[in-house]
């Protein structure tokens, strides 16, 4: 039993329920990518896809975050390759514009496909 009396509940992983999903270990290297995962990067990246490209003013207003947050997690998805971003001048005001890269449409795809296999594997219960 866990501190304080409740017991600890397995996930269905840890249970050998969802041992597999069709192509993936469920938890072992080819997991869900959690660059991906994480809720802000998934708004961004869900976003752009059905987006040819978006300003950083546009992704910040439709994501309904701050300039800092959207920052952040913007230079990780372009570190991984998955983002594109271009900066120009509109005048004499800066602007920011991203894109996603074929890497990032290919790991979206490859992150949806696994999120409806658990879903297929949860329902089959």
């Given at each position: 039993m866990a501190k304080g009396g409740a017991a600890r509940r397995k996930t269905a992983a840890e249970a050998g329920e969802l041992s597999e999903v069709p192509g993936r270990a469920v938890g072992g290297a080819q997991a869900l990518d959690r660059l991906i995962h994480e809720r802000m990067r998934l708004g961004i990246v869900s976003a752009l896809a059905v987006n040819e490209s978006l300003t950083f003013n546009d992704l910040k207003r439709l994501l309904a975050t701050t300039d800092g947050n959207l920052s952040v997690h913007a230079r990780?998805?372009?570190?991984?390759?998955?983002?594109?971003?271009t900066k120009y001048f509109?005048?004499?005001?800066?602007?920011t514009e991203f894109r996603l890269t074929a890497p990032g449409r290919q790991a979206l795809e490859r992150y949806l496909d696994h999120m409806e296999a658990l879903i297929r594997a949860t329902r089959d219960r």
């Open positions: 990780k998805l372009e570190e991984a390759g998955y983002l594109a971003c509109e005048g004499r005001l800066p602007k």
